[in-house]
Antibody
Framework: QVQLQESGPGLVKPSETLSLSCTVS????????WSWIRQSPGKGLEWIGY???????NYNPSLKSRVSMSIDTSKNQFSLNLSSVTAADTAVYYC????????????WGQGTLVTVSS | DIQMTQSPSTLSASIGDRVTITCRAS??????LAWYQQKPGKAPKLLIY???SSETGIPSRFSGSGSGTEFTLTISSLQPDDFATYYC?????????FGGGTKVEIK
């Protein structure tokens, strides 16, 4: 069964870049889209975007100007960068497997809390 | 963006009760709707996809119905393990969007 594990700093300073990685085990990273989703008390669940192993991406327009994603197929890992963060970006960040075609999110990582604070 | 509205936001129920949660989309999403269960401190877990198809391993007491703009998640007989927050999510078009959640509490 596929498993996903997020990793990265739990504390980021305002105006800096939030960087997270997700390691996929139990399956190939080449056969699905890979999403990032965040959850904050104020905004609920918010889809950030997904990417395919080929490098194609689909970002939420609300975050598009600050988001970039990358993928390392040799490590079965994908990553999220969110620039110019503010306190509003404080949230639990999840990585998730997303089906090709219709983008059904079926498996989620356990999530990692990122706090934006000086 | 397609807005997803869930009701109620909180629901108090007893063991054995039949529970119904409603999700409405701001425009038609055909049957491209998923339901997730989330327990405190855990990631959401897929229960239902394509409005009415059960994910493997999900108990048969969970069922989904609807199409277009109105959808329902039903728990036929509430069990202790079912006290959680439930979210609907549309995957008809980008950006993917979620409902605000329904918290099922013990009465």
């Amino acid at each position: 069964q596929v498993q996903l594990q997020e990793s990265g700093p739990g504390l980021v300073k305002p105006s800096e870049t939030l960087s997270l990685s997700c390691t996929v085990s139990g399956g190939s990273i080449s056969s699905y889209y890979w999403s990032w989703i965040r959850q904050s008390p104020g905004k609920g669940l918010e889809w950030i975007g997904y990417m395919f192993y080929s490098g194609s991406t689909n970002y939420n327009p609300s975050l598009k100007s600050r988001v970039s994603m990358s993928i390392d197929t040799s490590k079965n890992q994908f990553s999220l960068n969110l620039s110019s963060v503010t306190a509003a970006d404080t949230a639990v960040y999840y990585c998730a497997r997303t089906a090709l075609g219709r983008a059904l999110i079926d498996y989620w990582g356990q999530g990692t809390l990122v706090t934006v604070s000086s | 963006d397609i807005q997803m509205t869930q009701s109620p936001s909180t629901l108090s129920a007893s063991i054995g009760d039949r529970v119904t949660i409603t999700c409405r989309a701001s425009q038609s999403i055909s049957s491209w709707l998923a339901w997730y269960q989330q327990k405190p401190g855990k990631a959401p877990k897929l229960l239902i996809y394509k409005a009415s198809s059960s994910e493997t391993g999900i108990p048969s007491r969970f069922s989904g119905s609807g199409s277009g703009t109105e959808f329902t998640l039903t728990i036929s007989s509430l069990q202790p393990d079912d006290f959680a927050t439930y979210y609907c999510q549309q995957y008809s078009s980008s950006p993917l969007t979620f409902g605000g959640g329904t918290k099922v509490e013990i009465k």
